[in-house]
């Protein structure tokens, strides 16, 4: 094809501006071309028709595709593959920089610091693909890239591409064309036979080659014949390194030395191993550290991994422009997945937190996108080896926002990807530097720049995201909001209380910040819920600074959420349902309205329509254990204790050996008449939380139920000897019913609604649970009924 560049301007010119031709091989024509859209340059590959005509077209792309997958801060990517008058091409990332190769031209042996560092990442690359089953088949110095100091290596899976797509028939023709899977003076021995077992470290070889060249100057053998090459490393040992290259650690030539050796099972058995063996390598620095040290180094590879956007693999021989469309325009759903903290300091994983969430409420206000929950994205937090596609289904999205951060003094860095799980491919990526006061500026261009890839539109027009949406400009009220906002996520009593801190701190700094007196009030809400003791003043508290986050912005569901979360508390139960709905109508996706609500609605005895909301905040939040909770315990009031259990038992698969999940599934199996299961849900509770009364009462309460009498009055003294803390006497309700001690049952829930426990709600039910059926026909439960404003859903209990 003498014209290949005019044949691309005429069928891609519409996506593409070709600028340059590079200096190709016998496998491909490389060019430079401008993504017109998003104004990055690319690299683009295109196969020359005699080796096209040998392939099969679709077998090459599905083996692109399968490389397309690698995500690696050391791996240069495969944007995209198509077709062009039956000629198959392919796109990466254009990197500045040289190769390995031109380095070593320039400047010969490499320092040893230098070599090793090198080396490392490179290992660090082809162990990630070998686990994601992609072999290289061509390490050498020409495919590995420097770029600001970092390596990148190039053309994952290309070679696999081309051996897997050859036609049968054609092998040898391929070889006629000069077409070399491999590169004679880098190839093992297994390799250089072909030997059909050739496997993964058949790269271990030929990285020991290149380790080799790097701190020598040379390759092992030289000066030979192709043919002479091949032979000698059949057959030949290399001479060893630490002759031609005094001074090198000798563990360091040790491994180097291991690599190549002629059977496969003498290597390294795989890079992982190779890797761990070279962080192990002594080495005396004699080059200065770069700044910022092993964190600035993950982080530059990562951002040169993400240098670049992506196009939309073109299916066929249409023009890819046409392609590209169809495929974005479906995408209607995204998870963001927890950004990598790469700074090296444990103290700023909130803030990489805290990006996450930005990202995904600023998203979440795109006109027809779904935005995973929070907990559920959560879930793949350094899960780093789950396919996107795994990750795809279970968060029932079509796209993924992964990526780094990095903090460090008054800069920031953060490289972000947007990718297609239905193939893999990515679909815009991009790195930014900037100032931290310019944080707000990097959310906002990250979440602009994902509506302009997907084509999101409203009225017509392209969706722009302010500063102002963020809702302050000062950063320290935004600092201390996502500190308040990363011990919020991780509950618990003293979690909690940090994060009221933090939110007062943030408003201390900035009084009309209407978000941070949102998480002020949800915080106050919920805290009651994880102490025995909740603040006096919690009520009042929690409506005060909703009413001032609301009095600042009347959009946020999260203030009318703790503001039913409040009244429940209070057993307002009506104007906490009237809130729950505000939330709902305000932000229909936000699952914790959904499941709140329907814990309210099984409180309230309207179990139908608690399923529908429960099951909602499920099908919003499908990795969260709490939904699942909720659900399994308005089904345990219904009597559909199977079913109970079956979603108590998908919340411990999620979040495994949650006390209150085992205290739940103690209460179904209890009620079953699965007592001793229930005795031992119980006591494993009880050995994880060893401070809560409630805990302790529910244990009383089952050692009471199976007969165990001395064992539930030795509980019973330890809650009395407590006194009058929070939750005592519910708790003493519960073990003096099991003991059959109904009068003393009825003081103490008498006690606890007079003084207004949580606990009446939380420990069980009191409309509905079976639990209270001994004392249900005695007319001081209806009375205690009364008091905490439930005697108006008495139509909807079940009789006794």
């Given at each position: 094809?003498?014209?290949?560049?005019?044949?691309?301007?005429?069928?891609?010119?519409?996506?593409?501006?070709?600028?340059?031709?590079?200096?190709?091989?016998?496998?491909?024509?490389?060019?430079?071309?401008?993504?017109?859209?998003?104004?990055?340059?690319?690299?683009?590959?295109?196969?020359?028709?005699?080796?096209?005509?040998?392939?099969?077209?679709?077998?090459?792309?599905?083996?692109?595709?399968?490389?397309?997958?690698?995500?690696?801060?050391?791996?240069?990517?495969?944007?995209?593959?198509?077709?062009?008058?039956?000629?198959?091409?392919?796109?990466?990332?254009?990197?500045?920089?040289?190769?390995?190769?031109?380095?070593?031209?320039?400047?010969?042996?490499?320092?040893?610091?230098?070599?090793?560092?090198?080396?490392?990442?490179?290992?660090?690359?082809?162990?990630?693909?070998?686990?994601?089953?992609?072999?290289?088949?061509?390490?050498?110095?020409?495919?590995?890239?420097?770029?600001?100091?970092?390596?990148?290596?190039?053309?994952?899976?290309?070679?696999?591409?081309?051996?897997?797509?050859?036609?049968?028939?054609?092998?040898?023709?391929?070889?006629?064309?000069?077409?070399?899977?491999?590169?004679?003076?880098?190839?093992?021995?297994?390799?250089a036979t072909a030997d059909p077992s050739v496997d993964h470290r058949a790269d271990i070889y030929a990285f020991g080659v290149m380790a080799y060249e790097m701190l020598t100057g040379t390759l092992p053998f030289v000066g030979?014949?192709?043919?002479?090459?091949?032979?000698?490393?059949?057959?030949?040992?290399?001479?060893?390194?630490?002759?031609?290259?005094?001074?090198?650690?000798?563990?360091?030539?040790?491994?180097?030395?291991?690599?190549?050796?002629?059977?496969?099972?003498?290597?390294?058995?795989?890079?992982?191993?190779?890797l761990h063996e070279l962080e192990a390598v002594p080495i005396a620095l004699t080059s200065p550290p770069r700044a910022g040290g092993r964190g600035t180094l993950i982080l530059a590879a990562a951002a040169a991994a993400f240098?670049?956007?992506?196009?939309?693999?073109?299916?066929?021989?249409?023009?890819?422009?046409?392609?590209?469309?169809?495929?974005?325009?479906?995408?209607?759903?995204?998870?963001?997945?927890?950004?990598?903290?790469?700074?090296?300091?444990?103290?700023?994983?909130?803030?990489?937190?805290?990006?996450?969430?930005?990202?995904?409420?600023?998203?979440?206000?795109?006109?027809?996108?779904?935005?995973?929950?929070?907990?559920?994205?959560?879930?793949?937090?350094?899960?780093?080896?789950?396919?996107?596609?795994?990750?795809?289904?279970?968060?029932?999205?079509?796209?993924?926002?992964?990526?780094?951060?990095?903090?460090?003094?008054?800069?920031?860095?953060?490289?972000?990807?947007?990718?297609?799980?239905?193939?893999?491919?990515?679909?815009?990526?991009?790195?930014?530097?900037?100032?931290?006061?310019?944080?707000?500026?990097?959310?906002?261009?990250?979440?602009?720049?994902?509506?302009?890839?997907?084509?999101?539109?409203?009225?017509?027009?392209?969706?722009?995201?302010?500063?102002?949406?963020?809702?302050?400009?000062?950063?320290?009220?935004?600092?201390?909001?996502?500190?308040?906002?990363?011990?919020?996520?991780?509950?618990?009593?003293?979690?909690?209380?940090?994060?009221?801190?933090?939110?007062?701190?943030?408003?201390?700094?900035?009084?009309?910040?209407?978000?941070?007196?949102?998480?002020?009030?949800?915080?106050?809400?919920?805290?009651?819920?994880?102490?025995?003791?909740?603040?006096?003043?919690?009520?009042?508290?929690?409506?005060?600074?909703?009413?001032?986050?609301?009095?600042?912005?009347?959009?946020?569901?999260?203030?009318?959420?703790?503001?039913?979360?409040?009244?429940?508390?209070?057993?307002?139960?009506?104007?906490?349902?009237?809130?729950?709905?505000?939330?709902?109508?305000?932000?229909?996706?936000?699952?914790?309205?959904?499941?709140?609500?329907?814990?309210?609605?099984?409180?309230?005895?309207?179990?139908?329509?608690?399923?529908?909301?429960?099951?909602?905040?499920?099908?919003?939040?499908?990795?969260?254990?709490?939904?699942?909770?909720?659900?399994?315990?308005?089904?345990?009031?219904?009597?559909?204790?199977?079913?109970?259990?079956?979603?108590?038992?998908?919340?411990?698969?999620?979040?495994?050996?949650?006390?209150?999940?085992?205290?739940?599934?103690?209460?179904?199996?209890?009620?079953?008449?699965?007592?001793?299961?229930?005795?031992?849900?119980?006591?494993?509770?009880?050995?994880?939380?060893?401070?809560?009364?409630?805990?302790?009462?529910?244990?009383?309460?089952?050692?009471?139920?199976?007969?165990?009498?001395?064992?539930?009055?030795?509980?019973?003294?330890?809650?009395?000897?407590?006194?009058?803390?929070?939750?005592?006497?519910?708790?003493?309700?519960?073990?003096?019913?099991?003991?059959?001690?109904?009068?003393?049952?009825?003081?103490?829930?008498?006690?606890?609604?007079?003084?207004?426990?949580?606990?009446?709600?939380?420990?069980?039910?009191?409309?509905?649970?079976?639990?209270?059926?001994?004392?249900?026909?005695?007319?001081?439960?209806?009375?205690?009924?009364?008091?905490?404003?439930?005697?108006?859903?008495?139509?909807?209990?079940?009789?006794?």
């Amino acid at each position: 094809m003498t014209d290949l560049r005019a044949t691309l301007e005429r069928i891609l010119g519409d996506t593409y501006t070709f600028e340059r031709e590079l200096q190709g091989g016998a496998m491909s024509r490389v060019f430079v071309a401008m993504d017109r859209q998003l104004g990055r340059e690319v690299v683009m590959k295109v196969l020359p028709p005699e080796v096209a005509a040998e392939l099969s077209a679709d077998r090459f792309r599905r083996e692109i595709q399968l490389a397309a997958k690698l995500q690696h801060p050391h791996i240069v990517p495969l944007l995209s593959s198509g077709e062009v008058d039956g000629s198959p091409y392919f796109t990466m990332p254009f990197v500045e920089g040289e190769s390995l190769r031109a380095h070593l031209a320039r400047i010969g042996e490499l320092p040893i610091p230098e070599a090793v560092r090198i080396l490392r990442e490179v290992a660090s690359a082809i162990n990630y693909a070998h686990k994601h089953g992609v072999i290289h088949r061509d390490i050498k110095p020409d495919n590995v890239m420097l770029t600001d100091e970092f390596a990148l290596v190039t053309d994952f899976g290309v070679a696999k591409a081309l051996s897997a797509s050859t036609k049968p028939s054609q092998a040898q023709t391929l070889t006629g064309l000069g077409i070399t899977l491999g590169t004679p003076a880098y190839m093992a021995p297994e390799q250089a036979t072909a030997d059909p077992s050739v496997d993964h470290r058949a790269d271990i070889y030929a990285f020991g080659v290149m380790a080799y060249e790097m701190l020598t100057g040379t390759l092992p053998f030289v000066g030979r014949t192709t043919q002479a090459t091949l032979v000698a490393h059949a057959i030949e040992k290399p001479e060893p390194i630490e002759r031609r290259r005094p001074g090198i650690s000798p563990a360091l030539g040790a491994l180097i030395m291991r690599c190549l050796e002629k059977r496969p099972a003498d290597r390294p058995q795989n890079a992982g191993d190779l890797l761990h063996e070279l962080e192990a390598v002594p080495i005396a620095l004699t080059s200065p550290p770069r700044a910022g040290g092993r964190g600035t180094l993950i982080l530059a590879a990562a951002a040169a991994a993400f240098v670049l956007v992506a196009v939309i693999v073109d299916r066929g021989s249409q023009r890819s422009s046409a392609a590209a469309d169809q495929p974005v325009a479906q995408i209607r759903s995204v998870a963001v997945l927890p950004l990598d903290n790469i700074g090296g300091d444990a103290q700023d994983e909130y803030f990489s937190e805290g990006m996450t969430d930005e990202l995904a409420n600023a998203l979440s206000k795109l006109p027809g996108l779904r935005v995973a929950s929070r907990t559920s994205a959560y879930a793949f937090k350094g899960k780093k080896d789950i396919d996107v596609g795994e990750i795809g289904r279970k968060l029932h999205v079509q796209a993924i926002l992964e990526g780094v951060v990095r903090r460090s003094g008054d800069r920031l860095r953060v490289g972000a990807q947007l990718t297609n799980v239905s193939d893999g491919l990515a679909i815009w990526s991009d790195t930014y530097e900037r100032r931290t006061s310019d944080v707000f500026a990097v959310q906002d261009d990250i979440a602009g720049s994902i509506a302009d890839a997907l084509k999101l539109r409203l009225g017509g027009k392209a969706v722009q995201l302010s500063s102002s949406s963020h809702g302050t400009e000062s950063l320290e009220a935004y600092d201390a909001y996502l500190r308040g906002r990363y011990f919020w996520n991780r509950r618990g009593a003293a979690n909690l209380r940090k994060a009221l801190s933090y939110f007062e701190k943030s408003i201390g700094r900035d009084s009309g910040f209407a978000r941070a007196y949102a998480g002020l009030a949800i915080t106050h809400a919920i805290l009651p819920e994880y102490t025995d003791t909740p603040p006096a003043d919690g009520l009042a508290k929690t409506r005060s600074a909703a009413a001032r986050a609301l009095a600042l912005d009347t959009s946020l569901a999260e203030a009318h959420t703790a503001l039913g979360l409040a009244a429940v508390h209070a057993w307002d139960f009506p104007a906490g349902e009237t809130e729950y709905r505000k939330a709902i109508e305000l932000d229909p996706g936000y699952p914790t309205a959904h499941q709140w609500y329907g814990e309210l609605l099984y409180h309230t005895g309207r179990l139908d329509s608690s399923f529908v909301e429960t099951r909602r905040a499920i099908a919003l939040d499908p990795l969260a254990p709490i939904p699942f909770e909720a659900l399994g315990y308005a089904l345990t009031l219904a009597g559909r204790y199977d079913e109970a259990i079956e979603q108590y038992q998908r919340a411990d698969e999620l979040s495994p050996g949650l006390t209150l999940t085992l205290l739940l599934l103690g209460d179904a199996r209890l009620q079953m008449g699965q007592t001793q299961q229930a005795v031992e849900e119980y006591e494993q509770a009880a050995r994880l939380d060893r401070e809560t009364l409630l805990t302790k009462g529910k244990l009383c309460h089952a050692y009471g139920v199976a007969g165990r009498a001395a064992e539930a009055r030795k509980l019973l003294s330890e809650i009395e000897a407590r006194g009058k803390e929070g939750a005592s006497w519910v708790t003493r309700a519960i073990c003096q019913l099991a003991l059959g001690n109904r009068s003393a049952a009825l003081d103490a829930m008498d006690s606890a609604t007079r003084h207004h426990e949580i606990a009446v709600l939380t420990a069980y039910s009191p409309l509905l649970d079976r639990t209270w059926d001994p004392v249900r026909s005695d007319p001081r439960w209806t009375a205690i009924l009364r008091s905490a404003n439930l005697a108006n859903y008495l139509g909807n209990a079940r009789k006794p």
